[in-house]
């Protein structure tokens, strides 16, 4: 007898599942174009690179501010401009923060701030790529870094929010940070390379009524 063809006396009666419950989703914004700021409490500026040669080791700075103008109709003239407090950092171990923060590394006592500030935006779809100049240790350098756009949403409090998931590989000796130290077994203690990695939550910034 066929699923569908059973008899309703011989049929019994099936619990059916309470509904689950899900949560709102965000409703997404048709134009993102404007300016904004960071929104430090849902952003992360990271980085990690490689210990010993078998490992990674993973940071991020907790003390930042940036603005950004998104134009969406001229990519080109869209910019960034971000600051991070150096002293700020932290690997989850205070030996090595306190380490990073010496001549060795950042040198925060000569120069508190690392900087970047963008020389082009180019945009394709929701793809960026966003260059410009990295100033930490007090050398600034060009660099490229490659966001994607996550999403944007007006957040329960009338919010325009926008989201930005980025990351690009520097040579840390460009910048001054030379420290390093030769292990036994061959190879350094810290890698030259370093990967920067960003998770952007920005706030659109709503224009003053005159």
Same mark, same amino acid.
């Given at each position: 007898?066929?699923? @569908? ?11 059916? +599942? ?43 700075? *907790?003390? @930042? ?11 080109? %003239? ?8 150096? +002293? ?6 205070? #030996? /090595? ?7 060795? @590394? ?19 779809? =929701?793809?960026?790529? !966003?260059?410009? %100049? ?26 325009? /929010?926008?989201? @930005?998931?980025?990351?690009?590989? !520097?040579? /840390?000796? *460009?910048?001054?940070? %030379? ?11 810290? =890698? *030259? ?11 659109? #910034? ?5």
């Amino acid at each position: 007898m066929g699923l @569908f063809n059973r008899s309703k006396t011989t049929s019994t009666p099936v619990a059916t +599942a309470a509904p689950v419950a899900t949560e709102p989703t965000s409703s997404f914004v048709s134009d993102i174009a404007g300016d904004y700021v960071l929104d430090p409490s849902h952003s992360r500026l990271g980085f990690s690179a490689r210990h010993a040669m078998v490992t990674k080791v993973r940071g991020n700075f *907790e003390e @930042f501010e940036g603005t950004a103008h998104v134009d969406t109709v001229t990519p080109a %003239n869209s910019k960034v401009e971000v600051t991070i407090q150096a +002293a700020s950092v932290t690997t989850g171990s205070e #030996q /090595r923060d306190g380490h990073l923060k010496t001549p060795d @590394f950042f040198d925060i006592e000569n120069h508190p701030t690392i900087t970047f500030a963008s020389t082009e935006v180019v945009r394709d779809g =929701s793809e960026w790529a !966003i260059t410009g %100049n990295l100033t930490i240790n007090g050398v600034t350098k060009p660099v490229t870094i490659d966001f994607e756009e996550t999403g944007s949403a007006k957040d329960p409090y009338g919010n325009t /929010r926008l989201g @930005f998931e980025g990351a690009t590989t !520097i040579d /840390r000796t *460009e910048w001054d940070l %030379n420290f390093n130290a030769a292990l036994e077994t061959g190879g350094v203690l810290v =890698s *030259e390379k370093v990967k920067l990695e960003f998770d952007i939550s920005a706030i659109a #910034q709503v224009p003053s009524q005159v």
